[in-house]
């Protein structure tokens, strides 16, 4: 089978085996509208060393490590303390493909053609789907584990022709579920590769969590997800908010709630928790930006600043800590504004640590910065400047005042012994 159709759309079977690198070859099987196979990046990237938690052939040793969990299957946990913003892994799709109910044979068709090391990664990946759900074990795996990647990054294929794929990550799909994930992923077409990167310090032993949905969410919407999606119910802090141990992996655990028999008090924390994650979803729509405050004199100069760091407390209490860059960033640029080398400094070490691997583009335009700010930043220090300016007007309209009223009290008011 090389081709099938799929309500009028012609996809082809397509094998990319990518130069080897020490050693490694990666093949990625995939199932591609035609049109996008002349997208791919020419030439073909090297094949990156693939996740391991072994120790021979590495220069340092492997961060995280792969065990069994209580109630979750397999999942990652640090091997050693990881840093806000480190690269924990990053790693090949094993198979990428539209999303669509294809016949059975496509899907084993696509995992015969991965050589069987990664054929044997792939089918002892999680699989929530049951058999009157999908036909084919390949296509349950896909449906429980496929992240959204994009290959038409340039918008090159038409709206009305274009279509959600998703990869499957043997390695990287082993981290499990959290309402306050510790880790996130991005996507990179040029390398055709995710990375699994933290979002805040992960300390030894701890797990690795990234999200299955959207964490702004209200809590029960995202059990709800979960539940459909993924067929289980979540029990990170944020959501078992009775700390109750989840022995089921599939139900959960009754004990740990539900809206009917939740005291009001627990009702009401589960509530200031959906409203904190409601506020910090909609944040910077409906408070004061970067933007719009450096030029407007008339707004305080702490305005952005407190505001921001308003929602980092927020985003700490919430765990929402891929929310947080943003806040950091403009918060750095405030502080370049008022000129406070001290403050940039702080604030601009943060933003090159955390966005290392998020955005490599804007680490590396901040650590140029910090080589010497009042140098290479624009309009260095612009707010303090015209502050100082409003103040001179000041003190010059001041001394002018003082001056005409030279004389002005003795007018009005002659000395009693004057003729």
């Known amino acids: 089978m090389e081709t099938c159709t799929l309500d009028g759309r012609v996809y082809r079977l397509h094998a990319i085996s990518l130069p080897p690198s020490d050693?490694?070859?990666?093949?990625?099987?995939c199932l591609l509208n035609?049109?996008?196979?002349?997208l791919l990046p020419n030439p073909?990237?090297?094949?990156?060393?693939?996740?391991?938690?072994s120790t021979s052939n590495r220069a340092s040793p492997p961060n995280f490590s792969i065990l069994q969990t209580a109630h979750k299957g397999a999942g990652i946990f640090a091997a050693r303390p990881i840093e806000a913003g480190e690269l924990i892994m990053r790693e090949h799709p094993a198979l990428i493909l539209p999303t669509g109910k294809f016949p059975k044979e496509v899907?084993?068709?696509?995992?015969?053609?991965?050589p069987e090391k990664r054929r044997k990664e792939l089918l002892a990946m999680a699989n929530a789907r049951s058999k009157e759900e999908c036909e084919s074990e390949v296509e349950g795996i896909v449906r429980t584990n496929a992240l959204m990647l994009e290959l038409d990054v340039k918008g090159v294929i038409p709206e009305d022709r274009r279509e959600v794929y998703g990869g499957v990550y043997p390695f990287v799909n082993r981290a499990n579920h959290s309402c306050g994930p510790n880790a996130a992923i991005k996507w990179d077409l040029a390398s055709l590769t995710i990375s699994l990167y933290a979002l805040r310090d992960i300390a030894e032993g701890e797990e690795i969590c990234k999200t299955y949905v959207n964490p702004a969410l209200p809590r029960a919407t995202r059990m709800s997800i979960l539940q459909k999606n993924y067929r289980f119910r979540c029990d990170c802090p944020w959501c078992n908010i009775r700390r109750v141990p989840c022995p089921n992996p599939d139900q959960g655990s009754e004990s740990a709630g539900t809206e009917e028999d939740f005291t009001p008090s627990e009702l009401a924390q589960i509530a200031s928790s959906d409203a904190d994650r409601a506020a910090l979803g909609s944040w910077i729509y409906t408070h004061p930006g970067y933007t719009k405050w450096w030029?407007?004199?008339?707004?305080?100069d702490s305005l952005v600043i407190s505001s921001h760091l308003s929602a980092l407390s927020l985003i700490e209490k919430e765990g929402l800590h891929g929310l947080q860059n943003l806040f950091v960033e403009e918060?750095?640029?405030?502080?370049?504004?008022?000129?406070?080398?001290?403050?940039?400094?702080?604030?601009?070490?943060?933003?090159?640590?955390?966005?290392k691997v998020e955005d490599p583009d804007m680490a590396r335009r901040f650590e140029e910065w910090l080589e010497d700010p009042?140098?290479?930043?624009?309009?260095?220090?612009?707010?303090?400047?015209?502050?100082?300016?409003?103040?001179?007007?000041?003190?010059?309209?001041?001394?002018?005042?003082?001056?005409?009223?030279?004389?002005?009290?003795?007018?009005?008011?002659?000395?009693?012994?004057?003729?």
């Open 44 to 53: 073909l990237p090297p094949t990156c060393p693939p996740p391991s938690t």
């Open 295 to 300: 030029s407007d004199i008339a707004r305080p």
């Open 374 to 419: 009042e140098r290479r930043v624009k309009r260095w220090g612009w707010r303090k400047k015209q502050r100082e300016q409003q103040s001179g007007k000041k003190r010059t309209a001041s001394a002018d005042d003082d001056e005409a009223m030279e004389g002005v009290g003795s007018f009005l008011f002659p000395d009693e012994d004057s003729d």
């Open 107 to 114: 899907y084993d068709a696509l995992a015969d053609r991965l």
């Open 23 to 29: 050693g490694e070859q990666a093949t990625i099987s």
């Open 331 to 355: 918060i750095a640029m405030c502080y370049a504004m008022l000129g406070s080398l001290e403050g940039f400094r702080e604030w601009g070490t943060r933003v090159v640590k955390l966005c």
């Open 34 to 38: 035609p049109d996008l196979i002349p």
